[in-house]
T-cell receptor, first 112, second 113 residues
Framework: QQQVKQSPQSLIVQKGGISIINCAYE??????FPWYQQFPGKGPALLIA?????SEKKEGRFTISFNKSAKQFSLHIMDSQPGDSATYFC???????????FGAGTRLAVHP | KAGVTQTPRYLIKTRGQQVTLSCSPI?????VSWYQQTPGQGLQFLFE???????NKGNFPGRFSGRQFSNSRSEMNVSTLELGDSALYLC????????????FGPGTRLTVL
């Protein structure tokens, strides 16, 4: 199976709060898990990515947690800001080719 | 470095026509991938080109085709357009193949009437 399942579909967080978006996958051949951020009228922008040999990766306010045994990974946005309001996509790919399988997306709204 | 550029940004066509979209990757990037984004189906992979060769193809009909030139620029073509082809078509470039680090352009918004 090639699917990547993402939840929730939408999320409302207060400024300063933590935003958490979850993804699950089935294909154990996936070995690269990026997160993309997309603003209206723009293409997706790579935020942060992880490979299955580590359980966590942090870049600024963004953290990926990866659970290989559960085949799940999540994005945590600490100290969420109104400027973080966007649609977030998780994705996965297998080595050898640039072919990203995307989750359905999460629309995040951070209220001031 | 300049980002991925796509032309045109907006396009309106009628059913049955064909269309060609263009993508210029980031300088030095040799891999170009194409994706279709729709509200119903989300982001779906169309195909990837590396060094003028199609490396991988998604589950789209043969009406969707592409090519890559020696300067890494890429075009995709959709023939016999259908209403369901209305979408945002995104191009992504990567410095290599197989690493997954793809950088997206702003997309071409295609509307089929």
């Amino acid at each position: 199976q090639q699917q990547v399942k993402q939840s929730p579909q939408s999320l409302i967080v207060q400024k300063g709060g933590i935003s958490i978006i979850n993804c699950a996958y089935e294909n154990t051949a996936f070995d690269y898990f990026p997160w993309y951020q997309q603003f209206p009228g723009k293409g997706p922008a790579l935020l942060i990515a992880i490979r299955p040999d580590v359980s966590e990766k942090k870049e600024g306010r963004f953290t990926i947690s990866f659970n290989k045994s559960a085949k799940q990974f999540s994005l945590h946005i600490m100290d969420s800001q109104p400027g973080d309001s966007a649609t977030y996509f998780c994705a996965a790919s297998t080595g050898g080719y640039n072919k990203l399988i995307f989750g359905a997306g999460t629309r995040l709204a951070v209220h001031p | 470095k300049a980002g991925v550029t796509q032309t045109p940004r907006y396009l309106i066509k009628t059913r049955g026509q064909q269309v060609t979209l263009s993508c210029s990757p980031i300088s030095g990037h040799r891999s170009v991938s194409w994706y279709q984004q729709t509200p119903g189906q989300g982001l779906q992979f169309l195909f990837e080109y590396f060094s003028e060769t199609q490396r991988n193809k998604g589950n789209f009909p043969g009406r969707f085709s592409g090519r890559q030139f020696s300067n890494s620029r890429s075009e995709m073509n959709v023939s016999t357009l259908e209403l369901g082809d209305s979408a945002l078509y995104l191009c992504a470039s990567s410095p290599d193949t197989g690493q997954g680090r793809e950088f997206f352009g702003p997309g071409t918004r295609l509307t089929v009437l």
